[in-house]
């Protein structure tokens, strides 16, 4: 089955840091960019950033620019998103996601981030 | 302010046809870039279902058909049922942004 986990969610201080993990079965990531899309609760979906297939190209949305770091280690067939300095309008649900041809084909399940003290 | 705009809600009786637009500007669809549509059942992860303007996945029913003019684009759904009461979004690609845009969302009620 093909399927994309996101792992690494959970509750976090104000401030402080996360690092979310991707990870996919039953096809090869590394023939794929991957997004990062979250949701906060009850609100819609938020584009977050995009990793290219071999690495060299990164995106992020102003919100998190200078906060979030996108990586992906294509031996382990992962994708992370380090996040710093978060803050409450950080929590939410977020999904890894593969692109095909720039639409998103593939969505993990999500991993919940909440960032409360 | 999400970039592409999407009416907060729609509804329609089973059986009959409600349509969802999705409006942006010249930097997204105006300047050529696809329209997708993703369906999102409550608690789950979004699940693509109209990709480049009017193409569906294998699986999705053909009740469900997409289109696209100049900066909008519109979700056609024929045949309502009580199962397609759920959130849809449009996404897009902005240029000026440099990044992937979507829609607010549009919550269908079936009457």
């Known amino acids: 089955e093909v399927l994309l986990v996101e792992s690494g969610g959970g509750l976090v201080q104000p401030g402080g840091s996360l690092r979310l993990s991707c990870s996919a079965s039953?096809?090869?990531?590394?023939?794929?960019?991957v997004h990062w899309v979250r949701q906060a609760p009850g609100k819609g979906l938020e584009y977050v950033s995009t990793?290219?297939?071999?690495?060299?190209?990164?995106h992020y949305a102003d919100s998190v620019k200078g906060r979030f770091t996108i990586s992906r280690d294509n031996s382990k067939n992962t994708v992370y998103l380090q996040m710093s300095s978060l803050g409450a309008e950080d929590t939410a649900v977020y999904y890894c996601?593969?692109?095909?041809?720039?639409?998103?084909?593939?969505w993990g399940r999500g991993a919940l981030v909440t960032v409360s003290s | 302010q999400p970039v592409l705009t999407q009416p907060p809600s729609v509804s329609g009786a089973p059986g009959q046809r409600v349509t969802i637009s999705c409006t942006g500007g010249?930097?997204?669809?105006?300047?050529?870039?696809?329209v997708h549509w993703y369906q999102q059942l409550p608690g789950t992860a979004p699940k693509l279902l109209i990709y480049?303007?009017?193409n569906r996945p294998s699986g999705v029913p053909d009740r469900f058909s997409g289109s696209k003019s100049g900066t909008s684009a519109s979700l056609v759904i024929s045949g309502l049922q009580a199962e397609d009461e759920t959130d849809f979004y449009c996404?897009?690609?902005?240029?000026?942004?440099?990044?992937?845009?979507f829609g607010g969302g549009t919550k269908l009620t079936v009457l």
């Open positions: 996404q897009s690609y902005d240029r000026s942004l440099s990044a992937w845009v």
């Open positions: 039953g096809f090869t990531l590394s023939s794929y960019s």
């Open positions: 990793i290219s297939n071999t690495g060299g190209n990164r």
């Open positions: 010249s930097s997204n669809i105006g300047a050529g870039f696809d």
């Open positions: 996601v593969r692109d095909q041809s720039w639409y998103f084909d593939l």
């Open positions: 480049a303007n009017n």
